[in-house]
């Protein structure tokens, strides 16, 4: 099984921005969560999705776990990412118009390089394929005088932002992945060591 930072690495060093659409308290990592056994607890099933069909909702799982795989912790679906991302996505019809265009051409991609019809009936070799190209799109459409389909190349960027954002703001990988302590105290200040001090 490969680290996270090798994983992240397949899929390519397209840089990733934060921006939030709404308030913190829809932000899986900034709710109150439960103490105690409750916090151990299986989480309740995802609701219906908001904007995605069910089909649609699992292929972007399965982007997802490609972004940010399963390692020594739980990947991007387990952390509840697909959700995260059908509910900015169903906020922001920027976003619709990129999803509603990207989520096909993965299909069409899939028919023309491996003449399967479907993203989903690739191996995990083949969907890292796709994913790699796309992301080298995304890098080239950076590139002034590079001749790149825009539409493949903002369909990356928005999966993998997405991706990052939901990811490191819910309680897997705010807690397991980056190790957040916020709710600890210091009970004085370590002495400063620099004699002007």
Known sequence: MKSRREALKIIGAVGVTCAFPFSANELYGQHVHPSG???FQEAKPPSAPRFFTPA???V???LTDLIIPPTETPGAAAAGVPQYIDLVVNEDPKLQGIFRQGL???DAMSESRFSSSAFLQLTE???IEILTSLSEAAEQKARPKQNVV???AAFFKAIKSLTADGYYTS???LLQELGYNGDTYLAAFPESRIPEH
Do not use: H, K, N, V
């Open 37 to 39: 056994e409750a916090a």
């Open 56 to 58: 649609e909702l699992l």
């Open 60 to 62: 972007i799982s399965r």
């Open 104 to 106: 096909p051409r993965l």
């Open 125 to 127: 070799a083949q969907q």
């Open 150 to 152: 825009g539409s493949d």
């Open 171 to 173: 309680r897997i990988g």
